[in-house]
């Protein structure tokens, strides 16, 4: 199978900055590692669970528009793990973000979500 563990969410201020962090294992994880396309999803109450941005095994970034500029897609293959840097907050961010792992055959993969809370 595949695992997703996330971290680095929390409360922060409206301008604020965050990192998110998630870290993939498991089994079927392991058969191609170099294959997977990982990144990042919220979800704000009320509202359609949105892509934020992911990136490919080589480093290609792709974003939405709405973070284009203030949030920063990364990951280290050595440690399966991607970042979610993320600047500039503003309270419409505010989301529970979830981190996805795709591969063919196998699939998406989500982590369990992590609340991001921008407030003042």
């Known amino acids: 199978q595949v695992q997703l563990k996330e971290s680095g969410g929390g409360l922060v201020q409206p301008g604020g900055s965050l990192r998110l962090s998630c870290a993939a294992s498991?089994?079927?994880?392991?058969?191609?590692?170099?294959?997977?396309?990982m990144g990042w999803y919220r979800q704000a109450p009320g509202k359609q669970r949105e892509l934020v941005a992911d990136?490919?095994?080589?480093?290609?970034?792709n974003y939405v528009d709405s973070v284009k500029g203030r949030f920063t897609i990364s990951r280290d293959n050595a440690k399966n793990t991607v970042y979610l840097q993320m600047n500039s907050l503003k309270p419409e961010d505010t989301a529970v973000y979830y981190c996805?792992?795709?591969?063919?055959?196998?699939?998406?993969?989500w982590g369990q979500g992590t609340q991001v809370t921008v407030s003042s």
């Open positions: 996805y792992a795709f591969q063919a055959p196998w699939g998406n993969y």
């Open positions: 990136i490919t095994s080589g480093g290609i970034p």
């Open positions: 498991g089994s079927i994880f392991g058969l191609n590692v170099m294959g997977w396309r």
